[in-house]
């Protein structure tokens, strides 16, 4: 199976198939931290990253803002005191995208410190 983080997100235009339910299923072991969760009758991923202190935090947020401009796919990201939570979804397509699939794992990499494309 591909790994996601190594993938590229592609240009997604309304109407885009959302990602299936089984593409889903295979890829979770490689974002098993992400939980789906549905806001605002929208399915996305989301995620809570925790660090010792608001400057970390920042500094984090200012790596997926840069990730997410790269990729030209962005995400939700909310900065608090020792926490960061990112939800990927795809706004054209009110849903899950393979792109945010891809963007999930790309954000655990720059958590963990591994170098994405």
């Known amino acids: 199976m591909e790994k996601l983080r ?6 997604c235009r309304k ?10 299923a295979g890829f979770r072991p490689q974002i098993p931290a992400w939980q789906v969760k549905t806001v605002q009758e929208i ?14 935090a920042l500094a984090f947020t200012q790596e997926v803002g840069e990730l997410a401009e ?9 900065t608090e005191w020792g926490k960061v939570t990112v939800r990927w979804y795809t706004r054209k397509i009110r849903g899950l995208h393979r792109n945010d699939l891809i963007m999930a794992a790309k954000t655990d990499a720059l958590f963990k410190g591994v170098p994405v494309q």
């Open 70 to 78: 790269a990729e030209g796919h962005h995400p939700e990201i909310l």
């Open 15 to 24: 109407g885009a198939p959302r990602a299936t339910p089984e593409e889903i």
């Open 6 to 11: 190594d993938l590229r997100c592609e240009a």
């Open 43 to 56: 399915e996305g991923l989301s995620r809570t990253f925790d660090f010792a202190n608001f400057a970390e």
